[in-house]
């Protein structure tokens, strides 16, 4: 390129530059005048001893899709409704606006005549995102739109804010997941998905009350953080003057109560894992854990079947879901494979034929799979069922019979004891649960939080801790059980179709930033 053109393309970058910024600052003006207009507004309200925020209540009769779904009867009566002015169009002595509420939005018609000259000419200076209160006679537009003929116009809350340009809506991803409450107003689908979720967990407590379990609480705040492989956040507990920490998993406390006789027993709470943040982790998330006194892993997995079923049935009506276009059967029998059978099926490795450390690690090197120095047989096996297996498992299906070294709270498989009862579930080629026959034999569960113990001193900050009153909990005795906890936002996920775990939680962990309105 010569020196002119040169010279010119840098002088038009900085023209464009120049432009851009005169723009955002014309932008940013004509925002700041707008916002101080609404403010203005509210000032005149006020003096005018109409203040909005001295309201403290209005009586809801119906709700925007209730009215839509029962027109027939609704027709020609008088209900109130409530929500937040999403559009509004003036027009002399009538006008219409568009009221959303929980479970829709639903035309007004406002007219001079049917409020009143003082009132109208208020309602004329009403803002989109005021949250205002209609009473009126439900009736239908010439055109066939089922709306609200209004005879009082309440302003119950004044937005000081500008909302998301209308057609474009919210959809800065981070601003989304920040405001949250924002994202609720402009973006249905996004309501539905809470919606859903809160349907979910409904429909997994009435199952479970149904089977005769009881939902228990149990400690956050810990002295010992153990029942799963996790670095736990911790915290001072400054009136006893003692280092606390967030619990990982639900697991011990609840087996000190099938120890105490409960024996059915199940607890959806948050837990805390200081770990990493993707698609499918959040360093808190909502786990379920339930024990049943009395069966074995077996068990666990024809009620995951029959629950799963269940949920899907009742919250979409179907047990058929599709995840990214991915069609999967929950009507089905759940396919049953063990950990090794899978290895050999996906790998092409059969560890049945290897007996020895060195023959694992020889396999191991040969497949290109990389593992540690204080990594045993067992542990090899699981890193071939991650880098191999793990993605394949798209319909709903149980992975089997762990080795012994990945599973500290495991009973062992009284045939092979270097493998123990415990499955995984997997959809999608996720992890969706994991359970257990419970470990229950106080000597060996010494031994294994004892192998955990030096795991922890090579550095594995994953590593359980020995828990003595959980040991001496299992010296009173604890009869067979079976366990299992679910990861509650993945299963939302799949049955929400949602790409990511932060669109399934309320107020997902974002790193901390100067707080921007605009």
């Known amino acids: 390129m010569s020196e002119n053109n040169q010279s010119n393309q840098k002088n038009q970058n900085n023209q464009k530059n120049q432009n851009n910024q005169k723009n955002q600052k014309g932008q940013e003006q004509d925002l700041n005048q707008l916002l101080k207009v609404r403010r203005e507004k509210l000032l005149a309200l006020q003096q005018a001893g109409k203040n909005p925020f001295e309201i403290m209540k209005y009586d809801v009769t119906a709700h925007s899709q209730d009215i839509k779904d029962h027109f027939e009867d609704m027709e020609g009566k008088t209900v109130s409704v409530a929500g937040r002015i999403m559009s ?5 002595k009538a006008s219409f606006c568009n009221v959303q509420d929980l479970k829709g939005n639903i035309q007004s018609y406002v007219a001079r005549d049917a409020v009143g000259e003082e009132s109208y000419a208020d309602f004329k200076k009403y803002d989109v995102g005021d949250i205002v209160g209609l009473k009126g006679e439900v009736f239908k537009t010439k055109t066939g739109e089922i709306s609200i003929h209004a005879a009082e116009v ?9 909302l998301p340009e209308k057609f474009h809506g919210l959809t800065n991803t981070d601003i989304r997941y920040r405001q949250r409450y924002v994202d609720l107003i402009m973006n249905n689908e996004v309501k539905d998905t809470f919606i859903k979720r809160s349907k979910i967990i409904s429909s997994i407590r009435k199952y479970l009350d149904s089977q005769g379990f ?10 010992n953080a153990g ?17 606390l920490k967030l619990r990982i998993s639900l697991e011990l406390y609840l087996k000190r109560l099938i120890v105490g006789g409960l024996e059915r027993v199940y607890e959806i709470g948050r837990v805390f894992r200081n770990e990493g943040l993707d698609t499918r982790h959040n360093p808190e998330f909502t786990l379920m854990e339930l024990y049943q006194a009395y069966t074995d892993y077996h068990g666990m997995m024809d009620l995951t079947e029959n629950l799963y079923r269940h949920v899907a049935q009742d919250v979409l009506g179907t047990t058929k879901i599709v995840y990214k276009g991915i069609e999967m059967d929950l009507g089905k029998p759940f396919e049953r494979i063990t950990m090794v059978d899978a290895v050999k099926k996906y790998a092409g490795v059969d560890f049945d034929e290897i007996h020895t450390l060195e023959e694992a690690r020889a396999a191991a090197k040969e497949k290109g799979v990389e593992f540690e120095e204080r990594h045993k047989k067992g542990d090899i096996l699981n890193l071939f069922f991650e880098t191999f297996v793990e993605e394949h498992l798209i319909q709903p299906t149980f992975l089997m019979d762990h080795p012994v070294e ?17 499955f995984e579930f997997f959809m999608n080629g996720w992890e969706m649960a994991n359970a257990y026959s419970e470990l229950n034999d106080p000597i060996d569960q010494r031994e294994r939080f004892k192998a955990q113990e030096e795991l922890l001193a090579q550095g594995d900050e994953e590593a359980n801790r020995t828990d003595e009153d959980f040991l001496n909990a299992l010296e009173i005795g604890m009869p067979p059980t079976g366990g299992i906890g679910f990861g509650i936002d993945r299963m939302v996920m799949l049955l929400t179709d949602s790409p990511a775990i932060r669109d399934v939680l309320l107020f997902p962990t974002l790193k901390s930033v100067p707080y921007d309105k605009k």
Request: hydrophobic residues 35%; negative net charge.
């Open 227 to 243: 029942g799963a492989a996790a670095r736990p956040f911790e915290t001072h507990f400054n009136a006893l003057d003692e280092d």
């Open 88 to 92: 509004k169009r003036v027009m002399g």
């Open 406 to 422: 990945i599973s500290p709270l495991t009973k062992k498989k009284p045939d092979n004891p270097e493998y123990t009862e415990r």
């Open 154 to 162: 309440t302003l119950l809350s004044k937005s000081l804010q500008i």
């Open 214 to 223: 009881m939902e228990v609480e149990t400690p956050m705040l810990v002295s």
